[in-house]
């Protein structure tokens, strides 16, 4: 595999078809990473815009305001919901970037507290988790399909917040404006993989820094924010068409299809002094779902001639080889590989991050 194998596909779902799910399967199985063309409607661009915006005035805001909805506590609605400071995860020791997470709302739970002025826009970040919600469900439907699980709802009805909690959270992040060295590059997020089923990431355009780890060669693979336009914009402000949003699939769903679709461990390094944001979705199943082996055909020949619980536990320990643990076992697990649920995987990844 060469480096010029890891362009990542930009896939148009809005017409849904089982070759475009085979797309969406082939880039999900391959790198780890896939576009998704932008409609224009199931992420509205002006609520990206207005998203951004608002990220800006937040974390320009007093530090004093921000700190009093700290990561965890009970004034931001509990745990992996507020405010992350600098050096606030264990991502790498030289992290220089902070963050605010916010969790979804449900039918009968409005959203968490915030501080000002997220506290004043919260139609308009509900709307946007919604419709991030909406665009995760339907790449889900889409492996679904090409994965041949019979169950045409299997993804979906987990991933379902109508039914209950899940361990979904949106994140925005902000990497404040160094004076260092301009010409240094600099690691901003350390080396990792994401926790949940799938993460959107939504880039300003003019602002690269994302790399992928290389499978092969062990080397780092720049992403860029658009690959669809010959060259990025001087301005994130620049009245270009909005870019292909990023997709990358995370640990658990490596896990529940044993290691078929792959959780790539990617970073964001930059060179030069001035200030960046970005935004993540990050979709979790319900947290009473229990990820026992996906009932597909599909893995079942990919797992070949090794046992599906040789695989599922070559996928969770190479996880947890990443967060460098010698032993992801938990009480009542068969050599690693006993039925968790989604919320004690995610809750074994957040003591590792914020050791809880």
């Known amino acids: 595999m060469s480096d010029s194998d890891?362009?990542?596909?930009?896939?148009?779902?809005?017409?849904?078809?089982?070759?475009v799910a085979q797309q969406v399967l082939s880039a999900a199985s391959t790198h780890g990473f896939l576009f998704i063309k932008n409609d224009g409607v199931t992420i509205p661009p002006k609520d990206i815009d207005d998203m951004f915006e608002l990220s800006r005035k937040f974390f320009h805001s007093p530090k004093e305001t921000k700190q009093e909805y700290a990561i965890h506590s009970a004034t931001a609605g509990g745990i992996n919901r507020g405010w992350v400071s600098m050096q606030g995860e264990a991502l790498d020791p030289e992290n220089q970037k902070v963050a605010f997470n916010i969790a979804p709302p449900s039918p009968s739970t409005p959203l968490q507290p915030l501080p000002t002025p997220l506290s004043t826009s919260s139609p308009l970040i509900s709307r946007f988790q919604t419709s991030c919600h909406t665009l995760c469900q339907s790449i889900l439907s889409l492996?679904?399909?090409?994965?041949?699980?019979?169950?045409?709802?299997?993804?979906?009805?987990?991933?379902?917040q109508r039914k209950g909690e899940s361990g979904t959270i949106f994140r925005m992040l902000y990497y404040p404006?160094?004076?260092?060295?301009?010409?240094?590059?600099?690691?901003?997020?350390?080396?990792?993989?994401?926790?949940?089923?799938?993460?959107?990431?939504f880039r300003l355009p003019g602002q690269p820094g994302l790399e992928l780890l290389h499978p092969?060669?062990?080397?780092?693979v720049p992403v860029p924010v658009d690959p669809s336009s010959p060259s990025s914009p001087s301005s994130p402000l620049s009245n270009q068409p909005p870019p292909p949003i990023l997709v990358n699939i995370g640990d658990l769903l490596s896990f529940w299809t044993c290691g078929l679709l792959t959780s790539t461990v990617h970073r964001v390094?930059?060179?030069?002094?001035?200030?960046?944001?970005?935004?993540?979705?990050?979709?979790?199943p319900l947290d009473g779902v229990e990820?026992?082996?996906?009932?597909?055909?599909?893995?079942?020949?990919?797992?070949?001639?090794e046992s599906v619980q040789g695989r599922r536990a070559g996928a969770l320990e190479e996880q947890y080889r990443r967060l460098g643990l010698e032993d992801g076992r938990g009480e009542g697990e068969g050599v690693g590989v006993g039925v968790l649920t989604a919320k004690q995987h995610l809750d074994r990844r957040l003591k590792v991050t914020y050791g809880l």
């Open 269 to 284: 390094v930059f060179s030069g002094g001035e200030e960046r944001y970005s935004m993540a979705y990050f979709c979790h």
């Open 291 to 305: 990820l026992g082996r996906v009932p597909s055909g599909v893995i079942d020949g990919f797992t070949g001639r």
């Open 6 to 19: 890891l362009a990542i596909p930009i896939i148009d779902i809005s017409n849904p078809s089982p070759e």
């Open 177 to 201: 404006a160094s004076h260092k060295d301009d010409t240094k590059q600099t690691i901003r997020a350390g080396a990792h993989s994401d926790y949940g089923s799938l993460t959107l990431l």
């Open 216 to 220: 092969r060669t062990g080397t780092w």
């Open 143 to 160: 492996l679904n399909t090409a994965l041949q699980i019979p169950d045409s709802e299997y993804f979906t009805s987990r991933h379902d």
